[in-house]
């Protein structure tokens, strides 16, 4: 993971199953410590690329629903 303010940081990565608008998919992410933050985990433009519709205006639209249709 490269920083502008550190040195580059090796992190390990994992597979993560995920359910993005009722989409179940599996990701690979690092792992680090966020348990001071808001968020415990950002999902970014990659992941989402071509599968999401982000409206910045908006919060918790998407139904939580893969574990149902699997």
Excluded: Q
């Excluded at 040195?7 to 993560?16: A, H, K, S």
């Excluded at 071509?50 to 629903?65: F, I, L």
């Amino acid at each position: 993971v490269k920083r502008s303010d550190l040195d580059g940081l090796n992190r390990p990565v994992v597979m993560l199953a995920l359910c993005l608008g009722g989409v179940f998919r599996e990701e690979s992410v690092t792992l680090s410590n966020r348990s001071k933050l808001r968020y415990p985990l950002l999902i970014g433009r990659s992941a989402m690329r071509g599968r999401c519709m982000v409206d910045s205006a908006r919060e918790y639209t998407a139904k939580n629903d893969c574990f149902r249709n699997r």
